[in-house]
């Protein structure tokens, strides 16, 4: 409870470093917010209506009434206005976020589905012909960024059968289950090809580990038998390592696949965040950065308390 | 010698040895400009050119050999990594070794300072930092190096703390031995190993941020090529000429095996706990 209360007190420090960051790094990308908004229309506009539309949006004042206010909002759950969508920014990111929780939700089904039991197979046939096969499909699939494989699987898919993935309008899980599926399988599969790579091999390598344990080889020479070794004795130990990793992925994750949702059209977080960026909108790009590093925290946190669910020996908090 | 025979005599290592020895090889090639043709000359009649005797790789919408440009490309992506990793390795290197030495709230403010780094995923970072300063082979550079410089800081940090509390550096500092003389003597050369490692994997992870920053538009500028964009450009011509996407993300693809095979087998010569359980 101590170190849970301790690793909370950090969050608000480490926020507020988050939040200085990106408030300065957006500031100082060359061009201004409504220029990017109108594009050439902005030409149009009189000093008075470009001063009107500054004054809107909050970014006529100095910067350090424009980062007061922007604090002083988020405690209120106020993010500010999204230039580009021309509402409020949590709005804007609340509609993607589902998307891409979503996303990673089912990249580590998927890479778990596939990763761990790869990796006990692999562990407990260990330097055999199969071992080395699955650590080969590992390694190249460690190997492959998304963007290749995404492509190549696009490529397939079409080149090959015709088809192409379900792009379009995207549709919530909640309206249309069948149709989001569809639209988001093929780059789950993206993303969890990789993820389930590294799963394979932590689990492989964390399985090795626990196997050649004092305690496995006591339960063995009790008489157990091989499964009840594996799944009652030495997986819930080799899981601590694949636990971290996963959390860690999935974190990464929920900041959105940038790439992959390029690739595939899909309007997630990441592709939101890139926009953002590229259209100078200030408010959009400060709020869903920490939004992004908030979840990271939170995963991260959950991470380690799963260690001590895990493993009732670990203490946090204790060096 | 004594490393690259034991990398040499490691299954994995051989391999990744060998992957990454002939990518430096075509890196160099690249960027001295030795390419079977100039990369960014358009032979306008032979443009989306299937890959045949003269253009090993074929050519691509504007007639540009793209085994030239494949070869310019992986001297570009290569020039990135590396800089940029040596630039993470020296700043992670300094940082941890001070935060560790240092202790106290030197090591609380660079810590809370690399966990708001950490706090940012990799790519947006990158994004950030590049729509900053405006895209280029430096910006790209910089960025990839402060995405990777906390966890450079860390690797070095941990290690550093507990080489801090052995009895040799209290005897080196019995003797009169200076801070300077025991972080760089005592601390530093024992932490090349994992360093090593690091450097070798986080080789791999740059490569993959350089094309992927370069896919999205934001890395490498044309007309120069890089395998990201040669990638990114592909897309539209997918089914038309397929060898302008296979070869370039097959090129990425090795690559970063060839980091990631050789990354593997230091870590289980150079460290010596992970050799219970070769990954």
Do not use: C
Request: hydrophobic share 55%; aromatic share 10%.
């Amino acid at each position: 409870m101590n170190y849970l209360m301790r690793r909370l007190a950090t969050f608000p420090l480490v926020l507020l470093g988050v939040s200085i960051l990106v408030f300065v790094a957006i500031r100082m990308v060359p061009g201004d917010s409504i220029t990017a908004m109108l594009g050439t229309e902005a030409g149009l506009l009189t000093p008075a209506q470009r001063d009107s539309l500054a004054a809107y949006f909050g970014i006529d004042q100095p910067w350090f009434v424009q980062y007061w206010r922007w604090i002083g909002g988020i405690l209120h759950g106020n993010l500010g206005i999204s230039v580009t969508y021309g509402r409020p920014v949590l709005d804007v990111i609340l509609e993607r976020f589902p998307l891409t929780l979503e996303l990673a939700v089912l990249s580590m089904i998927i890479a778990l589905a596939v990763g761990m039991p790869a990796g006990i197979f692999a562990a407990t046939h260990n330097e055999k012909l199969s071992d080395l096969g699955v650590r080969i499909v590992a390694m190249i699939g460690q190997s492959t960024p998304s963007f290749v494989l995404g492509l190549l699987i696009i490529y397939t898919l079409s080149a090959g059968f015709g088809v192409l993935p379900a792009m379009g309008e995207f549709a919530p899980l909640w309206q249309d289950p069948l149709r989001n599926l569809s639209q988001l399988i093929l780059p789950a599969i993206t993303l969890g090809f990789a993820f389930a790579a590294s799963v394979t091999r932590i689990s492989r390598s964390a399985m090795l580990d626990v196997l050649s344990d004092d305690y496995v080889r006591t339960a063995r020479s009790k008489g157990a038998s091989a499964r009840s070794v594996i799944w009652r004795h030495a997986l819930p130990n080799a899981l601590i390592p694949v636990v971290t990793l996963s959390g860690i992925e999935f974190g990464y994750l929920l900041g959105g696949a940038v790439i992959v949702e390029q690739i595939y059209a899909l309007p997630g977080l990441g592709r939101m965040v890139l926009d953002a960026i590229l259209q100078r909108d200030y408010a959009l790009v400060q709020g869903s950065v920490l939004f992004i590093a908030f979840n990271f925290m939170i995963v991260n946190l959950l991470v380690d308390l799963a260690y001590v669910a895990l493993d009732p020996r670990i203490r946090l908090g204790e060096s | 010698m004594r490393i690259l025979r034991a990398i040499f005599s490691h299954g994995s290592g051989r391999i990744g040895g060998v992957i990454v020895g002939v990518y430096l090889v075509v890196a160099i090639l690249g960027m001295l400009g030795l390419t079977p043709h100039n990369p960014i000359t358009q032979f306008r009649v032979d443009r989306l050119h299937a890959p045949n005797g003269a253009y090993w790789m074929g050519t691509d919408l504007f007639g540009r050999d793209v085994a030239s440009r494949l070869m310019a490309g992986i001297g570009q992506s290569f020039t990135v990594a590396f800089f940029s990793v040596a630039f993470a390795t020296l700043a992670g290197t300094v940082l941890g070794l001070a935060a560790a030495w240092l202790g106290r709230r030197w090591d609380g403010i660079v810590m809370r300072i690399m966990d708001v780094l950490l706090a940012f995923p990799a790519i947006l970072l990158a994004l950030l930092i590049v729509t900053v300063a405006g895209p280029g082979t430096w910006t790209s550079i910089v960025a990839i190096g402060i995405v990777y410089t906390p966890i450079f800081t860390r690797v070095v940090r941990g290690p550093a703390l507990s080489l801090k509390a052995r009895e040799f550096v209290d005897a080196a500092r019995t003797f009169g031995s200076s801070s300077s003389y025991i972080v760089t003597r005592h601390l530093l050369l024992n932490l090349v190993a994992p360093l090593t490692v690091q450097v070798t994997l986080a080789l791999a992870w740059s490569l993959l941020t350089e094309a992927g920053l370069s896919f999205l538009g934001l890395g490498t500028q044309p007309p120069a090529a890089s395998l990201g964009l040669m990638l990114s450009d592909s897309r539209n011509l997918m089914e038309t000429a397929p060898w302008l996407m296979i070869f370039p993300g097959l090129a990425i693809m090795i690559s970063i095996l060839g980091f990631n095979l050789l990354g593997d087998a230091l870590r289980d010569i150079l460290d010596p706990k992970m050799r219970r359980a070769p990954a």
